[in-house]
């Protein structure tokens, strides 16, 4: 059974940067696909950014330029680089693993990430 935990959020300024860290325990990470997903209050959980098995990445517009998702398979660590960011991306930020194709069934307790103006 994989377990996810998030590290690294916190309070940050406009134009700052965060990196956040999330820990997969278990064996197999390597097979599964990660993502970055995010929800502020009274809005509807948003897709952040995916990595595949093979390190192919996608994100979504908001974020585009700004934010870089990677993997360390090694370390069984996904990671999330957050740069220029901006009181819009405050939300609590979650990581999401799982098998190509099967859907995202693990999932981190999330991590607040608030930027102020």
């Known amino acids: 059974q994989v377990q996810l935990e998030e590290f690294g959020g916190g309070l940050v300024q406009a134009g700052g940067s965060l990196r956040l860290s999330c820990f997969a325990s278990?064996?197999?990470?390597?097979?599964?696909?990660m993502a970055w997903f995010r929800q502020a209050p009274g809005s509807e959980r948003e897709l952040v950014a995916t990595?595949?098995?093979?390190?192919?990445?996608a994100y979504g517009d908001s974020v585009k330029g700004r934010f870089t998702i990677s993997r360390d398979n090694a370390k069984n660590m996904v990671y999330l680089q957050m740069n220029n960011l901006k009181p819009e991306d405050t939300a609590v930020y979650s990581c999401?693993?799982?098998?190509?194709?099967?859907?995202?069934?693990?999932w981190g307790q999330g991590t607040q990430v608030t930027v102020s103006s």
């Open positions: 278990g064996r197999s990470f390597s097979a599964y696909t």
């Open positions: 999401a693993g799982g098998l190509t194709g099967s859907g995202y069934n693990h």
């Open positions: 990595i595949w098995k093979g390190g192919s990445t």
